[in-house]
């Protein structure tokens, strides 16, 4: 047997210090995981259960460019932590969540603002705000034997070299033990998932010509050009 159509390539990240790969299976992102931003975005801050949405694993890049999406005005940066699976399963104790844990990466999960704005309003699912091309810029992977598991530290991100977000890993609502073990709840998680997990106060939008640098402590920063 043969593939029809040449099978697409299998999207994947670099880990830094080696030549590996980390192949990417899929992309789960939290919503409002930061109660600052979560106040931002006008909603109640309390921990209320963690909420969900997915990005393609292809919509994560590591080319350092952002090229501004079609069909929308107010494109947005968010600053997030990744947190990248070497196993999964269902059902994860809080306690074991971290023993899945390959590494950490930087990431942003950059958002269609207006086009979200609207399907909230409507109703609608968010892929259209969040799950287009190059939509999750992203830095190597640091692995958790490196880096170690990193549950405080500063989360910036500056854009044209002014601080436009700033927080820190400990303030998240859901810790990330937290929501890799409620997302096994729900979905069997695997090798190779990634999960973006929210982002603080200050988000807002790039224009084209900006440059964007996202920094977490003990992580590589992340430099991206609008374009
Ligand atoms: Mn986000």
Avoid at 5 to 14: D, E, K
Avoid at 115 to 140: C, N, V, Y
Avoid at 205 to 210: A, W
Wanted: proline share 9%; with cysteine.
């Amino acid at each position: 047997m043969s593939y029809a159509i040449t099978p697409p390539s299998i999207p994947s990240l670099p880990i830094q210090g080696t030549e590996d790969l980390f192949p990417v299976r899929r992309v789960y992102c939290i919503g409002r995981n930061y109660a600052a931003h979560a106040v931002e975005m006008g909603h109640d801050p309390d921990k209320e259960p963690p909420f969900f949405f997915q990005k393609n694993p292809d919509n994560l890049d590591t080319s350092g460019s952002f090229p501004y999406p079609p069909q929308s005005e107010d494109v947005h940066h968010e600053v997030e932590l990744a947190v990248a699976l070497k196993s999964g399963g269902k059902n994860i104790p809080v306690d074991e969540a971290l023993g899945h844990v390959f590494g950490y990466a930087v990431s942003l999960d950059m958002t269609r603002r207006d086009l979200q704005g609207e399907a909230k309003k409507m109703g609608r699912p968010w892929e259209i705000g969040k799950a287009f091309e190059a939509s999750a810029p992203i830095t190597p992977i640091v692995t958790a034997a490196e880096c170690g598991h990193l549950s405080n530290g500063e989360i910036v991100l500056r854009v044209n070299d002014t601080v436009h977000q700033q927080g820190d890993l400990n303030q998240m609502i859901w810790k990330v033990p937290e929501m890799i073990s409620y997302l096994s709840n729900y979905f069997e998680l695997a090798a190779g998932d990634v999960i973006l997990t929210g982002t603080p106060a200050g988000v807002g939008p790039v224009q084209r010509g900006d440059t964007m640098e996202a920094v977490i402590t003990d992580l590589p920063a992340l430099h991206v050009k609008v374009v």
